[in-house]
DNA sequence: GGCTTAACTTACCGATCGGTAAGGACAATA
DNA sequence: TATTGTCCTTACCGATCGGTAAGTTAAGCC
């Protein structure tokens, strides 16, 4: 698949956010890395704060996209909502910077001066607690109820995806395989075991 | 209990580390926020990479002493986890410094140029990964498998309490709050399920 | 009084920050 | 051939970055 122009620097300039942050990551920095002028980087997309906000955008429709993929295969609700939280643990475990910018971006979109309404991660989330709510095996959850569901495994995966450089560190890279190998298994167990906290 | 002044400089850097990180706050900032000059707080923490090492080690110290705390109340073992990450939960959300300055440094202790060992969170991490292995009401886990345990349940607390600001916006206060209220004894089920899982 | 030390101050430094202005190279179009 | 728009350049801008140097002020100690 051969990417536009665009879409090279949209890449470059995730990984760049995606390791330094916002703040670290400065645009000169992206350009070098994407062998352009810092000028010519900002006569493609005005200022910084644009072209983060056009990073942060075609990230949030790929995880759209992820999750509409596994909708579509029709399975049943309790399996759906357990392989749409697989699919983005996968998807974060391989592609760290997703993981990275998402994480920067709930710690950040309060501090940076954002013009509000800036929620990237809005239909994602309302999408998961709806599987959520159509996933409990009794009565149908109350949002808040499904929200705090969806939050906990959310953060269960994203969480682990982020510290792997850390962790590393810690425990040391045998460990550390061997808590990768069960890791997605007890993913599973709570996925199951939490719905059916909600059901009762 | 009455802060010396130096307590007091670090209370103001954490608060700013934690809002907007280590590259998003400037030591001219945070000074100023104390009533000082830029270099007079240089003159008391030597430059802005020990200033933000303090506050960390700090914190970690804090983790250490809540967790010490919670282990001579000589709890069941499987109670004893549970309390603990309770605990845990709890001071992050009312103290949302102490969550996101922890998240800030999972994500950026690789970029910064660090020298190689500043692992502020390994004797929490360590101390709770042995909580659980002493948890298991079966033969005793493995290190790897009561760190995927540990790391779920922190994840699922921790993620939770650093997106406070961006949930309020996206799902509203009314249905957050009623979500808060069910978080913790969703909490609580987890860390029994998962429990249970590790045992098997 | 003399001396030391801590706690600051003002005055800088070079580097880098995000961003603007103006114009050149070049391909497409009229 | 002339014109227009895209893409990119060099040359700047003022502000801010982290950090250094040197001097001042006040308190404690002998």
Redesign the pocket.
């Known amino acids: 698949m051969a990417l536009t ?1 665009r879409e090279q620097l949209l890449a470059t300039a995730e990984q760049l956010f995606a390791e330094k942050g916002f ?1 670290g ?5 992206i350009a070098k890395e994407l062998g ?5 980087l ?3 997309f ?4 644009k072209l983060y906000g056009e990073v942060l955008s075609a990230l949030s429709a790929r995880l759209a996209a992820g999750i509409n993929n596994i909708r579509q295969q029709r399975l049943p609700p309790g399996e759906q909502l357990e392989e749409m939280l697989l699919a983005q643990y996968r998807e974060q475990m391989t592609n760290q910077n997703a993981a990275r910018l998402i994480m920067r971006e709930l710690l950040d979109n309060e501090a940076r001066a954002d013009q509000a309404g800036n929620w990237y991660l809005k239909d994602y989330l309302e999408e998961l607690v709806e599987t959520a709510r159509a996933a409990s095996p009794g009565a149908k959850p109350s949002r808040a109820a499904a929200l705090a569901l969806v939050y906990q495994l959310l953060g269960a995966a994203h969480y682990f995806a982020i510290s792997q450089p850390t962790l590393v560190n810690i425990f040391g890279k045998a460990t550390l395989n061997r808590t990768r190998q069960q890791f997605e298994a007890q993913l599973r167990a709570i996925v199951q075991a939490s719905l059916s906290t909600l059901a009762s």
């Open positions: 122009t703040y990551a400065s645009i000169a920095t352009l002028t810092k000028q010519a900002l006569h493609h005005g200022n910084k704060e």
